[in-house]
């Protein structure tokens, strides 16, 4: 239902980069009331009790955006600018949180983690506002960047992006409660836009129960921003605003985001690849995620939250996450077939690819990636992962549905380079070449059945670089036979021909 507001009678200029939210609090301080009735009166909330959602960060439908447009003074690009839609194309997190029915996107109820839906990033100096009249009276903009997990400094004061209150520890606009909202308290009236609105951490003696601290006055992380990490900063900003295509920026944060699940989960394995300075807040963050898997297989919980525990839910902290960009961006460029190379070594230690804190790296991986990140990953699995991984197929294999195993597993090298063909080593070994590994007694066991079949392929591995499963395919074995499932010696096995 479309509600006709009137324009109210005062509005503002949304700032550069403003977020709905910051906007809304810019406003209400401006017009002297709460949040909530400013999202009352621009049609954002239908009710003087109802909260403004979440939601409403990621992007204003068609309605809803003309109503909120014309009752506070601005052009619909302008308010659709307040919100993160026009980055849809170039973020996966953000393109994963709308739906689109035919062309028109709206929001699902469901958040990917790289999207901060549950709190968010600030710079003090930025929260302060510049000299203007108009930022000295209602304080500087929440960017809207700063939901992003991939942004974790500001580069107009070069200093890392903090998460949390100094006074109540919570994450800003993260408060206690279970329930996503646009902000928290959004019926407090008298808040400056950068007042703390968490609970306080002790109850209060005047029962406000609010926090109330200035975040503008609080102290960036105490670690400098080096010109490392503000350049890889620049260079992700970039990806996110450029002129450029927007399916490479696309794929480059698809492979971040895999890269960076990859090292949460084989950490410490890539542990070297961070910067000196803030690999230890990568460590304390990995350290506390060390955690049994949880339960469900949801990567989000009902809430919208992130599951904590995930390896594809990036740190909350802002150096942490800067280190494990940077770990990632190395990762994503590196040739793996380089002696100092780090995937192999770190692939070769994953965890098991069914525990459920992968999140949906793998389909990730598959769907968006880029093709030479997505290639990087199979070829390096191709030629050295272990057993476990191999019992459980490629890493796109299950995801793309396609059962041709030629496909994911087109054997690197000919075993003609080697001066055999796949005649000169049988699928079943002869009892003559079983004696050679029998003290020359080949005597019919089940061990020696298991034998007899288990051998070529190992053969076929001792002339090539092909891995298990390739060197089963190529002697035309069953997969069952060498994967996941003992192989059954009994007569109900096709003979080999
Ligand atoms: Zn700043
Ligand atoms: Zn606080």
Redesign the pocket.
Known sequence: MNVVKDPMPRSLVPLPDESLPGFLLRLAHRLDLSPGQVARRTGLTRSPTALAPASSLLMLESSPLNVFARSARVTPAAADSLTLRPYTDRYPALTHALVRAGSTPRPRSVFPPWLLMAYSRYCPTCLAGDDTPIQRRHGGPWKREWRLAITFACLDHQVFLRND??????P?FGGRGSRLTLLPAQHTPGLHPAQ?R?P??EPSPAGSGI???R?DSSEPPEVSLSPVLAELQRRLMGLLTSEGQPERAFQRFADLQVAAALIQAGWPAAANLAPSEVQLALAAHNDSQAQPAPSSQQPLASSGRPVTTAWSTPPGDAVATAALLHTSEQLVTEDPFESRSALPELLRYLPTRQDPRWGTTWRMLAHDASPSFRHQVEKVYQLRLHFDWIRQGTPTQSITKTRSVHRLFAPLLTLKDGGFAPEHIPQFLPESWLAVFSDGFARRTPRSCLLRRMLPIHLIQAVSNLNLLEAAEFLGIPLSWSTGHRPRLNTRQPPFT
């Open positions: 209150c100094p006074r109540c520890r919570l800003v703390c968490n306080p951490a926090c109330g601290h975040l």
